[in-house]
């Protein structure tokens, strides 16, 4: 039996030695921890959110959350140049664009991180659609 | 009994198109000022009947895909051409593309563009800003030439006489300091760097400063 157990243990540590080197050096592995926040944690933080809007000027045009600023990629200096005024680094930015499936909010949210050095900026999980379903008359 | 068995099973073995994807993820590289990367996903037809894509998905506006139209036949070479937006973007990008056919066996197909889209020169960060009451002390921002890029020069200039700005080359053609000290409480501007390099028309990258 403890030799079993030996075994086991064996094949574990060996399993885990290819799993940690692809956590540490892998040029695609997975982040630590997530930058996604759910709608309802986001919302908790009441004013202190910063609403950036990804999808297309379009959308952003028909319908967003209130408060929201755009900041899409196809005109990313010019809203950032207007999203910077209504920013301080206390504020916590929540991205989203249409729905679990796009990309877009995702891009953005590292542009702010890894550019331009901006605290506290997330991804709001399930994105516009998530806050129409949840405010839907 | 038998006989019909092994016709339930061969049958649809026979009406299979089969396709065969070359390759499922494309890289590319870009500049934002190209404006437009290009790629193409090809694909053959191993099966005994024709295919036809009859639909095409991207994940956002950025993208698009244009797929034959034609049936494309048993041992023939089918291509979709995916073209994605560079203006104004930088990074890595990885756009899934969803591909319908009329192969029942492989109705939804997904390939995936990945796009590295670079400037000649790299800043870090593009936002520099001063809380209230931090004093006005000057801060960094570093400016490295890409690889594959011969930059001879760089060129700033602020949006506002309330910030000053000092060039300093740690490695020429390579690394470069860009010192920002703001003159003013209360600035809000925009710095504009170009480089100039070899062999490509001057493109400016823009950083953004904020004086609470």
């Known amino acids: 039996m403890s030799r079993a157990l030996r075994q086991a243990l064996s094949l574990l540590l060996l399993a885990c030695l290819p799993a940690l080197a692809t956590a540490l050096w892998h040029p695609r592995r997975p982040a630590w921890q997530s930058d996604e926040v759910t709608l309802s944690a986001a919302t908790a933080w009441g004013s202190a959110v910063l609403w950036v809007d990804a999808r297309p000027d379009a959308d952003f045009a028909r319908a967003h959350i209130p408060g929201a600023v755009p900041l899409n990629e196809d005109h990313w200096d010019d809203q950032l140049n207007a999203l910077l005024d209504q920013w301080t680094a206390k504020r916590k930015i929540v991205v989203y664009c249409s729905s679990l499936s796009c990309q877009a909010s995702h891009d953005v949210a590292r542009r702010l991180r890894d550019e331009a050095a901006m605290p506290n900026v997330f991804v709001l999980q399930g994105g516009w659609e998530a806050w129409r379903k949840q405010h839907a008359p | ?212």
């Open chain 2, 1 to 212: 009994m038998f006989k019909r068995l092994l016709l339930l099973f061969l049958l649809p073995l026979a009406a299979r198109a089969d396709l065969r994807w070359t390759d499922t993820t494309v890289f590319t590289a870009a500049s934002p000022s190209e404006g437009r990367a290009t790629a193409q996903f090809t694909f053959t037809n191993t099966g005994a009947y024709p295919i036809k894509i009859t639909a095409t998905r991207t994940s956002c506006g950025c993208t698009a895909a244009v797929a034959d139209t034609r049936p494309i036949l048993p041992g023939q070479v089918g291509k979709i051409d995916v073209s994605f937006k560079t203006l104004n973007r930088r990074g890595l990008y990885e756009e899934p593309i969803e591909i319908d056919t009329n192969d029942p066996t492989a109705s939804l197909n997904t390939v995936t563009l990945r796009v590295l889209i670079r400037d000649a020169v790299e800043l870090l960060p593009t936002l520099l800003f001063w809380q209230p009451g931090e004093p006005l002390t000057p801060k960094i921002i570093d400016i490295s030439a890409t690889d594959g890029f011969d930059v001879t020069k760089i060129n700033t200039a602020s949006s506002s006489p309330d910030v000053q700005l000092d060039l300093a080359t740690i490695k020429p053609g390579a690394d470069y300091k860009l010192t920002v000290t703001p003159k003013s409480p209360h600035v809000k501007a925009t710095i504009s760097i170009t480089p100039v390099v070899t062999g490509h028309l001057p493109h400016t990258i823009t950083a953004h400063i904020r004086v609470s």
